[in-house]
């Protein structure tokens, strides 16, 4: 079983940079990828961003392109997502997801696992 923690959410301003971290503890993801999601209310889960565990490939959403990054920390079992810029658009409940593979797809169905999520607020 694989188990996903996400934190690093909270109540932002508009302008102000988020970093949320996932943790996996005690788990080593050889090849798999690992993504970030977001749900805003009454919307559809929507893909921000992906890479792979064993590094050296990012995928992004065009509509967060230019002020995200994806990165991960292996030592640490810890994939973090940083997002410049934010605006009240960007507020949803963003969740940390993991795929068997390599693959870096965009699609919810692709991942088996899911984080139980992290609420971020952007007000203006």
């Known amino acids: 079983q694989v188990q996903l923690v996400e934190s690093g959410g909270g109540l932002m301003q508009a302008g102000d940079s988020l970093r949320l971290s996932c943790a996996a503890p005690?788990?080593?993801?050889?090849?798999?990828?690992m993504g970030w999601f977001r749900q805003g209310a009454g919307k559809e889960r929507e893909f921000v961003a992906a890479?792979?565990?064993?590094?050296?490939?990012?995928y992004y959403a065009d509509s967060v392109k230019g002020r995200t990054t994806i990165s991960r920390d292996n030592s640490k079992n810890t994939v973090y997502l940083q997002m410049n810029s934010l605006t009240p658009e960007d507020t949803a409940v963003y969740y940390c997801?993991?795929?068997?593979?390599?693959?870096?797809?965009?699609?919810?169905?692709?991942?088996?696992?899911w984080g139980q999520g992290t609420q971020v607020t952007v007000s203006s």
């Open positions: 997801a993991a795929a068997r593979g390599l693959i870096l797809s965009s699609r919810t169905s692709e991942y088996g696992y």
């Open positions: 890479t792979r565990w064993s590094g050296g490939y990012t």
């Open positions: 005690g788990r080593a993801f050889g090849n798999y990828v």
